[in-house]
């Protein structure tokens, strides 16, 4: 499967906070994906991190791998309300299938 | 560049009709993808091209949906005759290179099926 599995499905935190969401995959990797998805729009991709990658930074994102683990974080600092949406795993692959995805909640 | 564009962006048609989704990828992009997200089921793809060739038709769900790609620059996704399970949005999203870079998602299409 091509598909990765958020945890947890919900999580709603005060701005300013941050926010951790987990990804577990089944088959190894080439590169992992994150996308955000907001009500009514289409997934925005955030954040890819390859196989023989740690970790990553963009801005406020951090992701970690562990392949030993088979999984993955999604780390939001300093939240913001406009960070509330929905937030995708999945593993690179050209028929590239989605979980159910974490639902942030942000506060303000 | 103008990203993924899909049209129309909102469709409400009835039971038995013909419906015609469209996508403009990003120029350039070798890889087409279809998505279709349901509350119930989430996000679930379709179909999948590579240089205007569908590669894996697996997630269509029945012979009533077909997709093409005559060029580069277009695709379409067709159902007939539409019913009411198809609702949904669907979303169009592009690529260059596939599984080693990300996807570029279009707004999508909602679709009503009366």
Redesign the interface.
Known sequence: SQQGEEDPQALSIQEGENATMNCSYKTSI??L?W?RQNS??????LI?IRSNEREKHSGRLRVTLDTSKKSSSLLITASRAADTASY?CAK??????????TRLTVKP | DAGVIQSPRHEVTEMGQEVTLRCKPISGHDYLFWYRQTMMRGLELLIYFNNNVPIDDSGMPEDRFSAKMPNASFSTLKIQPSEPRDSAVYFCASSLGGADYGYTFGSGTRLTVV
């Open positions: 080439n590169n994906q996308y009514g729009r289409g997934l925005v991709h890819l995708f690179g692959s050209n028929d590239m299938r989605f979980g159910a995805g």
